[in-house]
């Protein structure tokens, strides 16, 4: 049985992150996603001004209209862009309403702290925005049957 999970609304300054996109069949992204993660990792050093290195983005567009917005990006967040290293994109993502609720557990287990999510938004007559920036921000994410991460879907209030 699982326990009800807080949900809260948020509002966010702009974000700007700097890491790799991920573009892949939607069900293989479970697999690259990780992939990516470590890649990053492995290559923290070559970011620079880093607001914390432990904590990391995921960003998508749920509904998006162009093929520049498609994929998943993995990503750190950077006080200001500069010197982006080769292979790494940035990404500035516009402040935002988001509700936002957190999962801790398998990562394969996401969809459901998500379709929770979902039901509590329409809940609260919240207006999911598919066609803007939705952010994943992981505490924990090295053991794929532990992660920690906060989901922030976009809304209009």
């Not at 999970?5 to 479970?30: N, T």
């Not at 990792?41 to 749920?62: D, T």
């Not at 993502?93 to 929770?116: C, D, S």
Request: hydrophobic share 35%; with cysteine; net charge negative.
């Amino acid at each position: 049985m699982s326990e009800m999970k807080k949900m809260i609304v948020k509002e966010l300054d702009s974000l700007k992150l700097v890491g790799f996109r991920v573009l892949c069949a939607g069900d293989q992204y479970i697999v690259e996603i990780p992939k990516a993660t470590s890649r990053l990792s492995e290559r923290l050093s070559e970011i620079k001004n880093m607001v914390n290195p432990s904590e990391r983005y995921g960003a998508f567009v749920v509904e998006n209209e162009t093929e520049e917005n498609d994929g998943y990006w993995v990503c750190v967040e950077v006080k200001e862009f500069e010197d982006i290293p080769s292979e790494m994109e940035s990404l500035t993502i516009p402040p935002q309403t988001y509700a936002v609720t957190r999962h801790v557990g398998e990562n394969h287990k996401i969809m459901l702290a998500y379709e929770e999510l979902h039901k509590w938004i329409e809940e609260n007559n919240y207006s999911r925005l598919k066609d803007k920036w939705h952010l994943e921000k992981y505490f924990s994410w090295e053991d794929t049957g532990n992660i920690d991460v906060e989901l922030l879907d976009t809304i209009r209030k």
